[in-house]
């Protein structure tokens, strides 16, 4: 199975688990891969570490929530296995520059901000050379 | 894999740690990455020492490269990287470099040739061969012995390096 196809099935256990206490040793046990091996592919394939993919996706999937439901903000940070509410106001801040509070009062979050789950044509793309940034 | 099973005395090492997620940046395969950077630091300071290098290295042309599990590596996939050289306490240390103390124990010592150097023989060491033979990890720590044998990243086909892992009997 190509490295690909193997991330992807990784994918696969972290999207079905972004409200469990997983960790990049379950990851990498749904793989059968060592964590060092598969933190080393998963960043190739991705361009993510495994563990920044967790916490990205689960902010992604807690800012939604936020947006879209009437959730309380404690519930959906603990939803989303953050220890406390303040862990989840800082984590939240760096990824969108603004607290849960203040889009839960309808500040507009930048959606290009927002990282939806990576799919087999994305991963595709990335690993298939093609840059696009300007080459040197 | 059929490694030897050898007991060693404490190894005092001097060299540089990186702690983090070595493979966040560049590309993970290259020698761009956090390990890859981190060697070519040692090998920068030992060149930039010169003869005072020799005077503290106890075997020349030998360097280790040190995997250690901290509490949280499960969970976050980051874990420390230690480089460095077994050293001669009577020589000055520069400041730059940190002691590490590898304990005393009994090691696994797997032999790697060509391609294996760079396959998931973590996997194989500890959730196959490990279980299987009835032991389990001593130290949350093992490492990688790098001598003459080994040519370079570019030259693996033509490299042999040996893997230490330290273990215990599982009934101990």
């Known amino acids: 199975m190509s490295n690909i196809c193997l991330m992807l099935k990784a994918i696969d256990f972290i999207e079905s688990n972004l409200t469990e206490d997983i960790c990049v040793a379950d990851m990498a046990e749904s793989v059968s891969f060592s964590q060092f091996h598969f933190s080393r592919v998963f ?21 939604r929530r936020l947006m879209k ?5 404690i519930d959906i940070a603990y939803r989303y296995k953050f220890k406390a509410p303040e862990t989840f106001s800082r984590a939240f801040k760096r990824m969108y520059n603004l607290v849960p509070c203040q889009v839960r009062s309808g500040r507009q979050l930048d959606q290009r901000l927002l990282m939806d789950r990576f799919e087999p044509e ?9 840059s696009l940034r300007p080459e040197a | 894999m059929n490694p030897k099973i050898i007991r060693k ?24 990455n956090e390990i ?60 730059e470099l940190v002691i590490k103390i590898l304990p005393q ?14 396959s998931d023989w973590p996997y194989m060491i500890y959730q196959e061969w490990m279980p299987q033979a009835g032991y389990r990890p ?35």
């Not at chain 1, 994305?122 to 093609?130: A, D, K, M, T, V």
């Not at chain 2, 230690?82 to 306490?89: C, K, Q, R, S, T």
Request: proline share 5%; net charge negative.
């Open chain 1, 43 to 63: 960043s190739q394939t991705t361009h993510h570490p495994p563990y920044d993919y967790l916490m990205r996706r689960r902010l992604c999937e807690a800012a």
């Open chain 1, 69 to 73: 439901s009437e959730e309380k903000i």
């Open chain 1, 122 to 130: 994305y991963l595709e793309l990335l690993n298939s050379g093609i």
């Open chain 2, 9 to 32: 005395e404490s190894i005092i090492l001097a060299g540089l740690s990186f702690f983090g997620n070595p493979f966040e940046s560049k590309d993970p395969w290259s020698e761009e």
């Open chain 2, 36 to 95: 890859g950077l981190l060697w070519q630091r040692l090998m920068a300071l030992m060149g930039q020492k010169g003869e005072q290098s020799k005077r503290f290295i106890a075997r020349e042309g030998v360097f280790y490269e040190v995997h250690i599990r901290h509490p949280d590596t499960s969970k976050t996939g980051e874990f420390e990287v230690f480089v460095g050289a077994e050293i001669n306490l009577a020589g000055e240390i520069p400041l």
């Open chain 2, 105 to 118: 124990t009994c090691y696994a010592v797997f032999c790697l040739e060509g391609k294996k150097i760079d």
């Open chain 2, 138 to 172: 001593a130290f949350p720590f093992s490492f990688q012995y790098y001598d003459h044998r080994f040519k370079g990243m570019d030259k693996l086909a033509n490299s042999v390096i040996d893997v230490y892992v330290p273990i215990h009997k599982s009934q101990e």
